[in-house]
């Protein structure tokens, strides 16, 4: 399942009630998202496996505290806020193509680089980039699969 909703939060991990439902149900998700002139992809979750969007939220916590606030804003519904944020059309385009690759290539068995990170695009000089995501140790996503006697996380 592609978690892409229209105002781009998902760049940004944001949609969290949704993901919870996946990661009780075992369904692999990925979260891509355009919000202006940066795309991202990522992180694909393998629920159990490899770290997931709350890992994310929680390691840009800890690289900003005022993350939290920024992110509740660009998800606010308020009447400040713009209904359909500017989103770059070819960083659009390239998102989803990406986004569709990453999914293929999980299907095909071989996981992709947003599985423990994610890939972000920038309108500003067309690079791709990949950033690494290790589980949380406050989220507790891998706590599971990490007790003595069960196979570990993905390489
Ligand atoms: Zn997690």
Redesign the pocket.
Known sequence: MVLAPRDGSAAYTGAAVDAQELMRAGIPHLYTGVLEHLGVVGPLVVPGAS??G??ATLARRDEDEAWPRLLAQLIDEGPGRARLPACDGAVAAAVAGLAALHVQLYLDGAPPPSVDGWCELSAADGMVRRLRLR??PD?G?LWQSSAPGRAGTMA
């Open positions: 770290a997931c709350s890992c589980s949380h989220c996503c």
